[in-house]
C-alpha cells in the first residue's frame, strides 16, 4: 500500500477547499477521490496536491505540466486536525501563504478613486519591483521590508465575488480594477489560477463591470478567451522602460520587454481594449525609437508616470531604493520630461498621452 493510498479523505478536502475547481467531477487516484485533473503526492512526510496548468502556447510552445501548489503532514491515522487557512510552502524563494480573506471587493479611494471598487486576488506580489509603491500598504515594516519574497493567495476569492455577484453588490457597470496592490498573473497565477477563476465567475452570474486590468506578466495573454465575453474590459500593459539593462535594475524579476510587446499585440490582435502604462517611466534610452514601438501597438490608451518619493507609510510612493538608482542613472524630472515630450509627440495626433491618475482611468472612462 502507497503512502497516498492512506491519506484520509478529510485531508483532501483540507487541501482543495476553497479553489475554484472547474468541474464537479471526481475520479479515484489510489484510493483517495481527488477532483477531476488532480491528483496526490507524496514526499518527504507530506502530501501534496498537483494539478494541470495550460499555459498560452505563443508563450510557452503549448507544454501542461503539474505543479504542487499545497502541502500537509501525512496523518495515517486520522486524527490530526488540520488548518486549512494558512499553508505556507516555498517557491523559487518566495513564500507563498494560503488564507480566506473577509473580504475581495475593496471601496476605490485616493488614486483610486474613479473606481467604485478594486479586485485584488492576492496581497504581496512576487515580481518585487524596487520601486513598487504597494510594499508601503504592507500591514507590517517586516512585511515591507521582504517585498517581494511573499505572497497571500486568498482561496476563497472566488467564492466571495460569487456572493457579491449574486447579492447585487456587485453590478453590470460597475468599475473595477484588479488590481491596486498585487499583480493578478504573477507567476503564482499560473498553479492557483484565482484571477481567472474570478473572472469566469463574474461572467457566469451575467455581470458584466468595467473591468481594467492591470499587469506586466505576458501570462495575462493566457484569459483572452474570457475577455472577449465582456462587454467593457482593458488590459493595461505595464512596460516602463525600453531598455533590458534598465529593466533588470529595477524589476529584475519582471518578464523581458519583448515578451511583453508581444502579449500586448497578442491581446490588440485578438480585438481586446489595452491600454499601455509606462509607469512609473524608468529611463528611457531612445525615446523616440520607443515612442514609434509603442505608436505600432496601436493600443486604445497611453499613460505615463514619474518615479515618485513615498511621502509616508501609507502614501503611494517609490522606495528610496529606486530613487537612489535613477539619481545614479542620472534620470531626473529634466530627462523624464524629455521623455514624455518625445513619446507625446510621435503618438499625438492619433493617440492621446495621459499622465498622473488619467492614465489609469476606467474602461470606458470616469463615470459620470
Not at 498560452?56 to 499545497?70: E, F, K, M, V
Not at 473595477?176 to 492557483?192: A, N
Request: aromatic share 8%; with cysteine; charged share 20%.
Amino acid at each position: 500500500m502507497s503512502d497516498v493510498d492512506i491519506v484520509q479523505l478529510s485531508q483532501v478536502a483540507e487541501l482543495t477547499a476553497g479553489f475554484p475547481f472547474r468541474s464537479a467531477n471526481y475520479t479515484s487516484a489510489s484510493r483517495a477521490p481527488v477532483p477531476h485533473g488532480f491528483s496526490l503526492q507524496a514526499s518527504g512526510g507530506h502530501i501534496q496536491l498537483r494539478y494541470r496548468t495550460d499555459i498560452l502556447s505563443a508563450l510557452t510552445g503549448g507544454s501542461q505540466s503539474l505543479h504542487p501548489i499545497r502541502e500537509v503532514p501525512m496523518d495515517v491515522g486520522g486524527t490530526q486536525a488540520l488548518d486549512p487557512l494558512r499553508v505556507s510552502a516555498r517557491r523559487s524563494g518566495v513564500a507563498v501563504e494560503v488564507t480566506r480573506a473577509t473580504s475581495i471587493l475593496t471601496r476605490g479611494t485616493g488614486f483610486m478613486r474613479a473606481y467604485q471598487y478594486t479586485l485584488n486576488p492576492y496581497s504581496g506580489c512576487a515580481f518585487g519591483c524596487s520601486y513598487c509603491y504597494a510594499r508601503f500598504f504592507s500591514k507590517t515594516a517586516a512585511r515591507r521590508d521582504a517585498w517581494g519574497n511573499w505572497i497571500v493567495a486568498k482561496s476563497n476569492a472566488v467564492e466571495l465575488v460569487d456572493r457579491a455577484c449574486r447579492s447585487g453588490r456587485l453590478s453590470t457597470g460597475d468599475t473595477v480594477y484588479m488590481s491596486s496592490v498585487t499583480d493578478p498573473y504573477q507567476p503564482v497565477e499560473r498553479r492557483l489560477g484565482l484571477s481567472r477563476g474570478l473572472l469566469e465567475t463574474i461572467l457566469a452570474n451575467g455581470v458584466q463591470p468595467r473591468l481594467t486590468i492591470q499587469t506586466r506578466s505576458p501570462h495575462v495573454a493566457r484569459d483572452i478567451d474570457l475577455f472577449r465575453q465582456f462587454a467593457m474590459l482593458r488590459v493595461n500593459m505595464t512596460i516602463s522602460t525600453d531598455s533590458e539593462t534598465v529593466r533588470r535594475r529595477y524589476e529584475p524579476r519582471c518578464a523581458p520587454i519583448e515578451a511583453r510587446f508581444e502579449a500586448a499585440r497578442l491581446l490588440v490582435s485578438a480585438g481586446i481594449r489595452v491600454g499601455i502604462s509606462v509607469s512609473p517611466m524608468l529611463p528611457i534610452v531612445e525615446p523616440e525609437a520607443f515612442a514609434a514601438r509603442l505608436l505600432a501597438l496601436n493600443a486604445e490608451w497611453y499613460g505615463v508616470m514619474p518615479l515618485k518619493p513615498a511621502g509616508g507609510w501609507f502614501v503611494a510612493g517609490t522606495s528610496n531604493a529606486a530613487i537612489d538608482q535613477a539619481t545614479a542613472d542620472g534620470w531626473g524630472a529634466p530627462a523624464y520630461r524629455a521623455a514624455r515630450n518625445t513619446i507625446r509627440r510621435i503618438l499625438e495626433p492619433a493617440h492621446v498621452l495621459r499622465e498622473g491618475g488619467s492614465g489609469f482611468e476606467p474602461a470606458g472612462g470616469v463615470p459620470s
